[in-house]
């Protein structure tokens, strides 16, 4: 009898120790743009795919719950010390120029804000006077270098609208001048949609940033396991996969699920839209 209970205490206690591992950690993203959130109907886009891929493969260790909120109260937030992770963000986007505020991954995704304009009224972006005079469409809330200066300065004109996809529309329709949006997010319009004849992309962007991880501070166990998971990860035919609404415009990759071990193909399946 004693002994039964020695096993039974054990058993518990093994169980409440694995428990007790298992670390729940918040994701706060304002990003509902694609290819981060390409429908929130069926769970289709890079966010969910990544972190759910995350909470299969680790799922002894970290539990990744996300949520969609609005920046303005991630910045509230961050400004209370509330524990979290912030995902395709760059440190300018932060006023973290030196990433000694946070805690930051390593460059995940390379991007760039473009200019973009239509192919029969083309604004090729050089300096801040080749968008003197002109009228940009624009995201509410959004902060964009050069412009807002120009735009406070009355040397040119923003109109804003509520979401990215809008703001193509509001540029096809012939409203605006040019707008400026992420690579990422323009590059999937233009393969979804088949604009290519229909749009120009200036050669030289707005500004070139990299997309990574926030991790407050108190979250150094979370920024632990990031570093070492990453690097293997951004390389992998797995990634590939995950990031593939992005990947296949900036990448001349041809890979098929058989790259992928068996275990890392459940992992993707798993993770497809609903």
Same mark, same amino acid.
């Given at each position: 009898?004693? +002994? /039964?209970?020695?096993?039974?205490?054990?058993? !518990?206690?093994?169980? #409440?120790? &694995?428990?007790?591992?298992?670390?729940?950690? *918040?994701?706060?993203?304002?990003?509902?743009?694609?290819?981060?959130?390409?429908?929130?109907?069926?769970?289709?886009?890079?966010?969910?795919?990544?972190?759910?891929?995350?909470?299969?493969?680790?799922?002894?260790?970290?539990?990744?719950?996300?949520?969609?909120?609005?920046?303005?109260?991630?910045?509230? +937030? /961050?400004?209370?010390?509330?524990?979290?992770? !912030?995902?395709?963000? #760059?440190? &300018?986007?932060?006023?973290?120029?030196?990433? *000694?505020?946070?805690?930051?991954?390593?460059?995940?995704?390379?991007?760039?804000?473009?200019?973009?304009?239509?192919?029969?009224?083309?604004?090729?972006?050089?300096?801040?006077?080749?968008?003197?005079?002109?009228?940009?469409?624009?995201?509410?809330?959004?902060?964009?270098?050069?412009?807002?200066?120009?735009?406070?300065?009355?040397?040119?004109?923003?109109?804003?609208?509520?979401?990215?996809?809008?703001?193509?529309?509001?540029?096809?329709?012939?409203?605006?001048?040019?707008?400026?949006?992420?690579?990422?997010?323009?590059?999937?319009?233009?393969?979804?949609?088949?604009?290519?004849?229909?749009?120009?992309?200036?050669?030289?962007?707005?500004?070139?940033?990299?997309?990574?991880?926030?991790?407050?501070?108190?979250?150094?166990?979370?920024?632990?396991?990031?570093?070492?998971?990453?690097?293997?990860?951004?390389?992998?035919?797995?990634?590939?996969?995950?990031?593939?609404?992005?990947?296949?415009?900036?990448?001349?990759?041809?890979?098929?699920?058989?790259?992928?071990?068996?275990?890392?193909?459940?992992?993707?399946?798993?993770?497809?839209?609903?």
């Amino acid at each position: 009898m004693i +002994y /039964l209970k020695i096993i039974v205490f054990i058993t !518990v206690f093994s169980l #409440s120790m &694995l428990a007790n591992s298992l670390q729940s950690v *918040d994701v706060w993203t304002y990003y509902q743009n694609p290819p981060f959130v390409v429908s929130s109907e069926n769970n289709h886009g890079l966010t969910y795919k990544f972190f759910c891929y995350l909470n299969i493969k680790y799922k002894d260790k970290m539990e990744f719950n996300v949520h969609f909120i609005p920046k303005r109260r991630i910045n509230y +937030y /961050l400004s209370k010390g509330e524990a979290g992770v !912030v995902p395709w963000v #760059s440190p &300018l986007f932060f006023n973290d120029k030196n990433m *000694d505020h946070y805690l930051w991954s390593q460059s995940i995704i390379d991007d760039q804000q473009d200019i973009i304009s239509l192919a029969t009224n083309k604004v090729t972006y050089s300096n801040k006077h080749a968008l003197t005079g002109l009228l940009v469409g624009a995201i509410i809330g959004h902060r964009y270098i050069v412009i807002d200066d120009l735009v406070e300065n009355k040397l040119m004109f923003r109109k804003n609208f509520r979401n990215e996809e809008i703001v193509l529309n509001v540029l096809l329709n012939n409203r605006v001048d040019f707008i400026t949006l992420p690579r990422s997010t323009i590059q999937f319009y233009i393969k979804s949609l088949k604009l290519e004849e229909k749009l120009y992309i200036s050669p030289k962007p707005l500004q070139a940033y990299s997309r990574r991880l926030l991790i407050t501070p108190n979250l150094k166990s979370v920024h632990q396991f990031f570093i070492k998971i990453l690097p293997e990860l951004i390389e992998s035919p797995t990634w590939f996969f995950i990031e593939e609404q992005h990947a296949a415009f900036d990448k001349n990759v041809k890979l098929s699920k058989e790259h992928l071990s068996e275990e890392e193909a459940t992992y993707i399946k798993a993770c497809e839209p609903l």
